[in-house]
């Protein structure tokens, strides 16, 4: 039996890096070797074509942008939309250190009530805009989150990245972060500036093909 490899082991691996064209522009995403089950599934679906032309059906500026639902493919405009998936779901992966700074990529999932082990969605994900952080409000919000039962620590360099970057801390804990965009991130923020309906579906579908690069 191999045996498991060790954090620096993950380290040395290199990252398999995916495009994520949308019809916006384009991005790169880098998955990491930490969370090799989200990462895999990723793969996986990229490779069988899942993604294409499936559309960000929510979007929330400031917040994050999602996608995933594969019943979003023909939806008419102004369907409901974000409960659909592959048939099955990703066993959490959430670890210390992977935190929703802007341009994370991460795993949506159901809610607590009718998941409590916050299970992934077999497909759906979200890339975060958020917004920046001080190091007082990220002390509030450790706080707050460990009493939620969800206790994250932030060191200098964390607390340093959400006031210059930014992201969305309150998810720290409670959902799997699996990769980051190294490649057109304000691609993102277009994304999450288009005009959206009550539902924070994109008045325009903004769609996307994803596709494994070598």
């Not at 949308?22 to 793969?43: A, C, I, K, S, W």
């Not at 999602?66 to 493919?73: E, I």
Request: overall charge neutral.
């Amino acid at each position: 039996m191999p045996l498991a490899l060790c954090a620096q082991d993950h380290k040395d691996l290199k990252r398999p890096r995916v495009e994520v064209r949308t019809t916006l522009g384009t991005m790169v995403v880098e998955l990491y070797n930490e969370t090799p089950q989200h990462r895999d599934n990723f793969l996986k679906l990229a490779g069988q074509h899942f993604y294409d032309s499936l559309i960000f059906h929510r979007v929330i500026p400031g917040f994050m942008v999602q996608g995933g639902d594969p019943d979003s493919k023909r939806a008419a405009a102004g369907m409901p939309l974000g409960m659909g998936g592959p048939g099955y779901t990703v066993p959490a992966e959430i670890l210390p250190g992977l935190y929703h700074t802007k341009g994370a990529l991460a795993a949506a999932r159901q809610g607590d009530q009718v998941n409590p082990t916050k299970a992934s969605s077999g497909s759906q994900f979200y890339i975060v805009q958020g917004r920046t952080y001080q190091p007082q409000e990220m002390d509030m919000i450790a706080r707050r989150n460990a009493s939620m039962g969800t206790p994250v620590t932030y060191d200098d360099a964390a607390k340093a990245r959400y006031a210059n970057v930014g992201g969305a801390p309150h998810l720290d804990g409670a959902y799997t972060v699996f990769g980051e965009v190294v490649e057109g991130l304000d691609v993102m923020d277009k994304i999450a500036a288009v005009q959206r309906d009550a539902r924070d579906r994109p008045a325009e579908d903004i769609r996307m093909w994803i596709k494994v690069l070598p």
